[in-house]
């Protein structure tokens, strides 16, 4: 039974990413080094921090680097806002009783405005910050508090976390929300995948209270399982373009909209509703192109077995794409363009099959 939650903030409670991106660069500017695009960043930068900017600036001494930091910092951190689904899952902690804490890098003066500014801090009973290599204070921090491992979980969206709560041998969970990939979380080994802290609140009231049991699949729920029938959606313009959607829990791979389809509700209106909540779009000319079996995918941040049911559709007239949470990027790019975009599996597939179907035509 889960009793005790360590939290990491940033990019896990909170989006802080821009803001750090930025000051990095602004380091960069500083030493005369290029920057970094945040591609690469997200890419490069790992904790402790140090051995980052070793990486890059190594001739910068630490105190300097770090008045550089908190300079820019201080001037963008107005764009760090509460991800989405943190309030509510602190809200479901405080309801279950759960003792919560903080372990992060944050420097403590930043974690007090942002802590202010998001309402989030009056939901950490103790919170840990400015840490510099979070594997060095675990064991105190679980000590301070009489937490057994057992009732005790970090949730964090970097490696490091995942080692620190393997050092401090409690159990992990690791999100999608933040800095590292799913393949560089995978690396590090957490006990549980989750695309966000909403999916580790259904978890939790799914199990009692509990994490999954550790195995080869964590993340299955309890009882028999099936394939889930889903629907996408390869949206095209009034000019011949169609939108590819870039999102975590398929590797940062680009893809289509989609989703679930729910109990009672034709494959049809699924797309049109799919499509709508995730890019704000309302698509006509729905036309069926084909079913795919995705048998565990391994780009998938967990094991799954879904039926795509693919269609292409039309979005007419002069549309705003706005993505919900579960996209982190989108492009309008030519038929043929799409290609060259490193894509999932099933959304190649696709593409391939609408490109032979046109030269029929």
């Excluded at 979380?185 to 978890?203: N, W």
């Excluded at 999102?247 to 289509?256: A, E, P």
């Excluded at 779009?281 to 049911?309: G, S």
């Amino acid at each position: 039974m889960v009793r005790n939650v360590i939290f990491d903030w940033s990019g896990t409670l909170v989006d802080d990413l821009p803001a750090v991106w930025q000051a990095s660069n602004h380091i960069f500017e500083q030493a005369g080094v290029a920057p970094l695009s945040l591609e690469r960043f997200r890419a490069e930068f790992r904790l402790p921090y140090r051995g980052f900017y070793d990486q890059h600036v190594p001739h910068v001494p630490l105190d300097q680097l770090e008045v550089w930091f908190r300079a820019k910092f201080m001037e963008c951190q107005e764009s760090v806002v509460a991800l989405p689904h943190a309030r509510a899952f602190l809200e479901y902690c405080a309801a279950r009783g759960f003792r919560t804490f903080l372990l992060s890098t944050v420097h403590p003066l930043a974690y007090e405005h942002q802590a202010g500014t998001t309402d989030l801090g009056r939901f950490i009973q103790k919170p840990y910050t400015g840490i510099a290599d979070k594997r060095t204070k675990i064991a105190d921090l679980l000590s301070d508090h009489g937490l057994r491992p057992e009732e005790t979980v970090f949730i964090g969206d970097m490696e490091h976390d995942i080692e620190t709560a393997r050092h401090g041998g409690i159990r992990s969970v690791a999100v999608l929300t933040g800095y590292n990939s799913l393949a560089q979380l995978r690396t590090a080994g957490p006990d549980l995948v989750v695309e966000h802290l909403g999916e580790l609140r259904d978890v939790l009231e799914r199990n009692g209270g509990r994490l999954p049991a550790v195995g080869p699949k964590p993340e299955a729920a309890p009882g028999p399982r099936r394939p889930i029938a889903t629907v996408g959606g390869l949206i095209f313009d009034d000019t011949g373009k169609v939108l590819m959607v870039r999102t975590h829990k398929w590797s940062d791979r680009w893809g289509i909209p989609g989703g679930k389809i729910e109990f009672g509700e034709a494959s049809t209106d699924a797309l049109r509703r799919e499509v709508r909540e995730e890019t704000g779009l309302v698509v006509e000319d729905v036309r069926f192109v084909m079913v795919q079996d995705a048998i565990h995918p391994p780009e998938f941040y967990k094991d799954a077995h879904f039926l795509l049911l693919n269609y292409t559709c039309r979005a007419r007239g002069e549309q705003s794409v706005h993505l919900n949470e579960e996209g982190q990027e989108h492009r309008w790019v030519t038929f043929e363009d799409a290609f060259a975009l490193p894509l999932n599996i099933p959304t190649r597939i696709l593409l391939e099959e609408v490109q032979a179907l046109q030269k029929l035509r």
